[in-house]
């Protein structure tokens, strides 16, 4: 998943406690092997190598499920949430402090657009050669999810799964007290922006703090616009509960690609909570902030 995961469980012996976190484990990398771009082998990349072949590609139960999650979240983000917006990478490079020219964005920006998709489940077809998609925007949070119903189902009630800050409880403590869950300050990474405590659902962030560089002082971050191929300028994070993992995933997504005003509106209208840090670091949300660590 490219980044540090863990996860704790509470269960009556460890034997039981480390059977089940072995069963997630291996949960989480086979969609780790099964949805990375980075394989050869993996579905992501029989689907982009299908690229502009006819008939295209007919794809298992759990991608087609996938493929409308990625359709609903377009429709929904009036066509901000894109997973064929990855090819960006290609003139956006974070680590060489290079700003691409516009010319090089535009040259990329015909092969992105999730509405010149064809997909009539089971079958997908990316209709240009050299168009692709990019499960990496929302699968750590749905094998979030997975795991964490992977324990539950096992009969763990308490116990929560990190995939890299995006977190899906299983359960509180034993003693019914929430988790107290630290939300990363975008621009001091030492310390938490805010504790938050919960007792199921999942929280996930997004920001320009993860990957971006700064050119004479301005800076720019990955969250990229598939529409104008430039990154976001808004919010500094934004950070979303909601029962799954996988939808406050895409929702704090969402709203740091709509902007501040607009994003947040957005999650306002559909009732879930937040927290958020704007670009002159004032912090603001519905959702319910704690004390720090004692």
């Not at 949805?35 to 502009?52: E, H």
């Amino acid at each position: 998943m490219g980044s540090p995961c863990e996860l704790r469980l509470y269960a009556n012996r460890e034997q039981n406690a480390q059977q089940v976190a072995n069963e997630a484990i291996a949960e989480i990398n086979r969609l780790e092997k099964k949805y990375s771009r980075y394989r050869d082998d993996s579905v992501t990349t029989a689907i982009n190598v299908s690229a502009g072949k006819k008939p295209g590609l007919e794809v298992d139960n759990e991608t087609a499920r996938l493929l409308d999650y990625a359709q609903v979240g377009y429709e929904q983000s009036d066509g901000l949430f894109d997973i064929t917006s990855g090819i960006l990478r290609k003139v956006w490079d974070f680590r060489s402090s290079r700003i691409p020219t516009q010319f090089e964005i535009e040259a990329v920006l015909p092969l992105i657009g999730w509405c010149h998709v064809e997909w009539v489940a089971p079958y997908l077809h990316l209709p240009f050669v050299g168009m692709e998609i990019d499960f990496g925007g929302y699968v750590k949070e749905y094998a979030a999810d997975v795991a964490a119903n992977i324990c539950s189902q096992a009969g763990i009630a308490g116990g929560m799964v990190n995939l890299g800050g995006d977190i899906c409880i299983i359960g509180p403590h034993p003693d019914g007290n929430g988790w107290k869950v630290g939300i990363r300050h975008p621009r001091n990474p030492n310390l938490p922006m805010s504790y938050v405590l919960l007792s199921s659902g999942g929280l996930a962030s997004s920001g320009d703090y993860e990957r971006f560089m700064l050119v004479d002082g301005v800076r720019y971050a990955h969250i990229l616009n598939p529409k104008t191929g430039w990154p976001v300028k808004s919010l500094a994070s934004a950070s979303v509960y909601a029962e799954q993992c996988v939808v406050a995933g895409t929702s704090s997504t969402i709203a740091m690609l709509k902007g501040e005003d607009k994003g947040v509106q957005w999650l306002e209208d559909l009732g879930l909570p937040y927290i958020c840090m704007n670009q002159e670091q004032e912090i603001y949300g519905t959702l319910k902030r704690v004390e720090g660590l004692e």
